[in-house]
């Protein structure tokens, strides 16, 4: 496999060394980001780190289904378990050192209950000096307590208002910082419309500089196989669908959100990659880069997953059309 070949640029200055990184939700503590600095991933994007610290949710949250062994699709409630913005203060200069030293980037997602505080946490993580910052506006899995009955809480790319709100106060407050911010949202169902008018929102954005296509498909169940009850325990057994199911979805949206979108914006395939052919289907709907999260969950938290599947790509014949000149 040669790694040399596998380079992809992205914005002004990004420079990943090959096209799959860890996603949202895998990384949450500096000791995970040293365990995957000796993985074949190009970067890491740590997270969701929230203001205060997050126990998550109890219980049942993650649940893989899989067919004669091969991994369908993967369903997770976790409710953005993390330590917190102030345990990221800490450990952000050490974090962001031994990626470097690694020859990787690495990105901080971020979410918030309010605007403000999305807004905050943003600026906090472009001055930690990270590589980029991720907004995560898909979150499906935040319950709140109505009575004795659990709730879920807005997602922020379904609410076009506070959507425009969040890129008002950003473009006020963060323009000119130079760092790449991209958007994570929830897939939609787009038959009215609703996802490319959050798109025109998004791109009115000098800030917003990528896309990240997507987050979990919102609200979905399962039966466990093994106990015949919900497989997931909290709200009911709803959460959020990932895994390869998920993944014609991403890319169409990002098929579409191609046409949509400036040129300059950075298209980022999240979704269901699980092999190394994912990799390559995300690159043909022009994903500059490839996230992984379910695979990484569903293979037990293994860093030899990127590894694994950047050498399925490598021996694919119409990968070559995506390599660099060494």
């Known amino acids: 496999m040669n790694l040399s070949k596998l380079h992809r640029h992205i914005g002004h200055h990004l420079v990943f060394e090959n096209p799959l990184v860890y996603g949202g939700g895998t990384l949450k503590t500096l000791d995970d980001v040293i365990k995957a600095c000796r993985s074949a991933a190009a970067g890491f994007e740590i997270g969701t780190i929230t203001p205060l610290p997050k126990p998550g949710n109890t219980g049942d949250t993650f649940y893989a289904h899989r067919a004669y062994g091969v991994l369908i699709y993967t369903l997770n409630s976790l409710g953005l378990p993390n330590p917190g913005k102030e345990a990221w203060t800490k450990w952000a200069k050490e974090a962001i050192r031994c990626a470097h030293d690694a020859g990787k980037l690495i990105g901080m997602n971020v979410a918030a209950d309010t605007v403000e505080e999305l807004v905050d946490m943003v600026l906090w993580a472009i001055e930690c000096g990270f590589d980029w910052v991720t907004v995560n506006a898909g979150c499906p899995n935040k319950w709140k307590m109505q009575g004795d009955k659990q709730i879920p809480q807005a997602i922020l790319s379904f609410d076009s208002g506070d959507t425009e709100r969040f890129v008002a106060a950003l473009e006020k407050r963060a323009a000119g910082s130079g760092v790449e911010v991209w958007w994570k949202p929830s897939p939609d169902n787009d038959t009215l419309g609703a996802q490319m008018r959050n798109a025109d929102i998004v791109a009115k954005s000098s800030v917003i500089t990528g896309w990240v296509a997507n987050n979990t498909v919102p609200h979905c169940f ?44 950075n298209l980022i395939g999240a979704g269901g990659a699980t ?30 997953v990127p590894g694994n599947m950047l050498a399925e790509f490598c021996e694919l014949p119409e990968a070559e059309k995506f390599f660099t000149a060494a």
Request: no cysteine.
């Open 222 to 265: 399962a039966w466990s196989k093994e106990t015949g009850r919900p497989a997931i325990t909290p709200g009911g057994g709803l959460a959020g669908m990932g895994g390869p199911a998920v993944m014609p979805k991403a890319l169409a949206d990002l098929r579409r959100l191609r046409e949509r979108l400036p040129s300059q914006m």
């Open 275 to 304: 092999y190394g052919e994912d990799i390559l289907d995300f690159l043909k709907a022009e994903a500059q880069i490839v996230q992984f999260t379910s695979a990484f969950w569903a293979a037990g938290m293994d860093h030899n």
